[in-house]
């Protein structure tokens, strides 16, 4: 059975660091891409980084683009988010995904069920 | 950057009808484009991807077709547990969700 548990959310203030992270189990981690995707309270699914299966490519949002950091460990079958200058608009549920592919973003097929940032003073 | 729109953004349906919603791209995607639906505090579940290849465990009773810049998501014979917020996804460029459409209970 396939399970991606993420951790590391919680309540930091504007301008501090926070990283999270997702373990996933019961599927070939170092096969697939791996997403983060954040949801806002009261808004939609936006898309927030990627990173190529080796970890040789990553891609950003622009909204995090220079802030926030992806990186995996195979070994550990874990991928984390570093995120750097926290912004009240980055409150939200994180997720962490799994995609289809192991080489370019295709569908992200398998899920965690989110950890909660909040970003307040 | 490519931008997704989708409508509508939301509609109510009963059970047992035939729903229909249409996302488009700003540029050609061919079939990089995914449909994913959201239910509040669960995780997203990948419903179509490949804009027409039904995900494995999902109900035939949803499709998808579409290949350049629209696209549609069909569910026929609404269920009750398919009241939830339906996203579209492309994957063409990176990757850029559409806003969504909540499918209420009429």
């Known amino acids: 059975q396939v399970q991606l548990v993420e951790s590391g959310g919680g309540v930091v203030q504007p301008g501090r660091s926070l990283r999270l992270s997702c373990v996933v189990s019961?599927?070939?981690?170092?096969?697939?891409?791996m997403h983060w995707v954040r949801q806002a309270p009261g808004k939609g699914l936006e898309w927030v980084a990627v990173i190529w299966r080796d970890g040789s490519n990553e891609a950003y949002a622009d909204s995090v683009k220079g802030r926030f950091t992806i990186s995996r460990d195979n070994s550990k079958n874990t991928v984390y988010l570093q995120m750097n200058s926290l912004r009240a608009e980055d409150t939200a549920v994180y997720f962490c995904a799994g995609d289809k592919s192991g080489t370019r973003p295709y569908g992200m097929d398998v899920w965690g069920q989110g950890t909660t940032v909040t970003v307040s003073s | 950057d490519i931008q997704m729109t989708q409508s509508p953004s939301s509609l109510s349906a009963s059970v047992g009808d035939r729903v229909t919603i249409t996302c488009r791209a700003s540029q050609s995607i061919t079939t990089y484009l995914n449909w994913y639906q959201l239910k509040p505090g669960k995780a997203p579940k990948l419903l179509i991807y490949a804009a027409s290849s039904l995900q494995s465990g999902v109900p035939s009773r949803f499709s998808g077709s579409g290949s350049g810049t629209d696209f549609t998501l069909t569910i026929t014979s609404l269920q009750p547990e398919d009241f939830a917020t339906y996203y579209c996804q492309q994957s063409y460029s990176i990757v850029v969700f559409g806003p969504g459409t909540k499918v209420e209970i009429k």
């Open positions: 019961g599927f070939i981690f170092s096969s697939h891409g």
